[in-house]
């Protein structure tokens, strides 16, 4: 699966953010200054199509999705990974085992799944500080210590961003995997 680009031919000459051997900021500055106002707002809310600017720019096409708790599947969109996906326990539940080798696995099998399902964007961790218990979301997040909190979405983020950067091929493994 070709999850980098919208698979058209494209140089670094025509095409000077494409030219990986600048930093990426440098490339991102150069397309930021390419596109409309319109073009940026539209790949936001995948407006013409999943996330693709009205002209073809050589840059990814943004396929979202939510995922704190596993990829969600759109039935309405029925290229996905034949409609299934990994139902995860709750991230607040993945807190509760404090766990950083989990949380680590949590992230890879996610980042995988996102890769595998076309999913380049996934909404999730939540990273809210549970200070009020009837929060209709707090499922979603790590619970109210900030300590534990933030060790565990950071080996959770980190481990999700190795899968994808992997090319989905996982590197499932837990500590000391995927480090950035």
């Given at each position: 699966?070709?999850?980098?680009?919208?698979?058209?031919?494209?140089?670094?000459?025509d095409?000077?953010?494409l030219?990986?051997?600048?930093?990426?900021?440098?490339?991102?500055?150069?397309?930021?200054?390419?596109?409309?106002?319109?073009?940026?707002?539209?790949?936001?809310?995948?407006?013409?199509?999943?996330?693709?600017?009205?002209?073809?720019?050589?840059?990814?096409?943004?396929?979202?999705?939510?995922?704190?708790?596993?990829?969600?599947?759109?039935?309405?969109?029925?290229?996905?990974?034949?409609?299934?996906?990994?139902?995860?326990?709750?991230?607040?539940?993945l807190?509760?085992?404090?766990?950083?080798?989990?949380?680590?696995?949590?992230?890879?099998?996610?980042?995988?799944?996102?890769?595998?399902?076309?999913?380049?964007?996934?909404?999730?961790?939540?990273?809210?500080?549970?200070?009020?218990?009837?929060?209709?979301?707090?499922?979603?997040?790590?619970?109210?210590?900030?300590?534990?909190?933030?060790?565990?979405?950071t080996?959770?983020?980190?481990?999700?961003?190795?899968?994808?950067?992997?090319?989905?091929?996982?590197?499932?493994?837990?500590?000391?995997?995927?480090?950035?």
């Open positions: 699966m070709d999850n980098t680009s919208t698979g058209s031919p494209a140089s670094a000459h095409r000077p953010w030219n990986t051997s600048l930093a990426p900021d440098e490339q991102a500055a150069l397309l930021l200054a390419q596109m409309t106002l319109e073009e940026k707002v539209d790949m936001l809310r995948e407006k013409l199509g999943p996330g693709l600017p009205s002209r073809d720019l050589g840059i990814p096409v943004l396929t979202i999705t939510d995922g704190p708790a596993g990829i969600r599947i759109d039935r309405e969109k029925r290229y996905v990974d034949e409609e299934k996906a990994t139902s995860l326990p709750a991230p607040i539940a807190a509760a085992t404090w766990d950083l080798a989990t949380a680590e696995q949590y992230g890879d099998l996610l980042g995988l799944e996102a890769w595998s399902t076309g999913h380049n964007v996934l909404f999730g961790p939540q990273l809210d500080i549970a200070r009020i218990p009837v929060f209709g979301r707090l499922f979603e997040a790590f619970g109210e210590d900030p300590v534990l909190t933030g060790q565990i979405a080996r959770y983020i980190q481990d999700l961003h190795a899968a994808v950067r992997s090319g989905g091929t996982g590197r499932s493994g837990g500590r000391g995997h995927g480090r950035v």
